[in-house]
């Protein structure tokens, strides 16, 4: 929507202090600076990157990410000059060199803080004891055009050759979450640039290794990928041998990380010598007192009071026996693929709960206020609906949640509910060196359409492409595959990629096959739940971005909605909204256990997405298809395949188990085909 920025060169002279509140001292008015000034894009631009310093800081301490990632911000809102390598998933120079913009590699990263540290007014100190100082010092890096340091890096940089002056210290301002933000809210908020939200976890701990503590053993696991609650029952686990450490912890990791069924736990029953020490239900108040999540733990709620974890996800509970306690058991209610391990936990180290500097460039550089707040404590998500309310329908929410799963399905409703449309960019690297690239690539024509048979015509789409990270990471690793090209394959992305990272926009859309076919991520040009979405304003939000679906070819979304956590079909009005503003030929929809077509007011085709993690999951589904179809007329199957579980490689070894009755399609094929089976106007 047209809600951008204007810079206004205004010097306001004024103190600033934490326990007098009020004044605060500005170079410019932060609600309406923008890079480029622009007034009619979603998301700011940059100047063009001409050359780059690098610096690997991809094993770096934390503290040195947080004072990078800052600085980043503080140099590139003028000219992007800093490009900081710190993910390797996709090859840490990868897109570095993708980009096609000279740059130096700097051995020590010091040399690349050394050439710019002049550009820093000075320095923000945190609070490692409130972890969410982190963000507050990265609000006022924006506003203040410094950069964050822990105590440690503050000594160190306050002498020669650095001098840098502290600015504010954190340390001892706040007893907690709640009170940072709320101070930050009063005091900050309106000074910042409201054109955009930024939630980042202030600690997450990045660099504890993959896998079990060392202390834990595991004591119940099932053997079989079993997924339909045949294998429900009370199990007993002897916790005795972990006694004498304090504190015991349970942690429930998914057995076969690769189908996307993890445990499901109901209830947890923990005895002392027989007395009953810990007794709740999963998802009920009772059970937030045992729930660990130092270790960031990631896991979901069900329904009927369970608690999940799949794909690799995993959650703790922690228990107290009291001294002296000879026998501790637990019981607990489970089923499907569950794994039990348990152990006592070591105190984190300091290296174990760093923090990370992905996005923070481009927080610090737009002046955007950086917050995370949990919308399943009440008080915090009291804060969240206010400082939602106060920004325009429209306005885009950077980052991410907490509670992973839970936090996802309440968040992004929530801000739904608001107006506010989310980007996944939480470990997103150098968005402000991404947003000065350019657009620059040429949309590939529609390759001819199959004749319309007595088939079961197949599409195959992978999720995700909501997720800007997924965009720069994991995509990228898929894209790479060698099978890709070999067989039809809808690729969900972000439409706004034309704005945040033409570069990355350009490999995919000049490197596509015929066989490869960008779509819109939920739910179009961000992620969003439409139901939740005020009617007032879905409308006009649609087709003011529609234009980013147009010009990156992504003119078909997938769309997810959701309401108190559970899919539901949209509306009349949100279909028509639809199709009559974004012009869609059709709309994949959820991501169901079923797959089938339906016509939405009579003309537009909505297909909901059958989920699948392997390729033993597609076979399934498309043999159960086949055993029900009667071969009189075309029958359609939408699979959504999990991008986290799967590749290009899986969609062909999928594609070649296949019979003659199948044609494998591209998302516009398959809604083409559809309108000519059910006799419905061909889409403009």
Known sequence: MARRFTVLCLAILCAFTLSGGAAYALETDARSAKPDGSNNRELPSFKKPKHLDAADIYDAPGDIKLLLGTLQGIVNREQPRIYLIES???????WLEDINVPYTLHEDYWDVFAAYRGEAKGMIVYDPGVPDTINVATTLAGLKKAVVASPE????????PYNLKTLDDLRGKFDNRLEAYTWQYENLWKQTNQQML????????IRIPPGLPESFVTIAEEKQQIRDASNRDTYQLDLSSLLGKSEVFLRFDDAFTQDGWGPAVHEVTVKADGNVIASFIAGTPEEEAYLYDRQNSKFGEGQGGHRFADNGSYFVYEFTPPAGTKNLTAEVDMWNQYKVSAGNLRPLSAEQQEPYGYLRDYAVANKAMVFWLDSNVPEQKALFEKILSDVKPGTPYLGWFSNDVEGE????EIASRYGVYVLAADWFSNLTVFSGTKPNFKLAKTPPQP??????????????????QYNQHRMRVMWDDPARGKVPINWTSSPLLYEGAPAILNYYLNSATENDLLIAGPSGAGYFYPSPWPDASFQQFLRSTEKYLKKTGMTIPYVLNRV???????SPFKAKAYEEEYNVPGLFISYEDRYGVEI???????????GISTVQDGLQVLNEAKANWDGKSPLFVSLGMLAWSMTPSDALALTEQLGADFKVVRADHYFSLIRESYGLPTSE
């Open 88 to 94: 390797q998933e996709e090859g840490k120079m990868t």
């Open 153 to 160: 890096l503050a000594a160190q940089l306050s002498k020669a």
């Open 198 to 205: 930024v939630g980042l976890d202030p600690d997450t701990a």
């Open 409 to 412: 399905f309440s968040s992004v």
């Open 451 to 468: 004749a319309l048979e007595n088939k079961i015509y197949v599409t195959y789409t992978f999720t995700e492409g909501d997720n800007f």
């Open 564 to 570: 108190d956590s559970q899919n539901v079909p949209l």
């Open 600 to 610: 939405v007011g009579d003309s537009l085709p909505v297909s909901t997405i059958r």
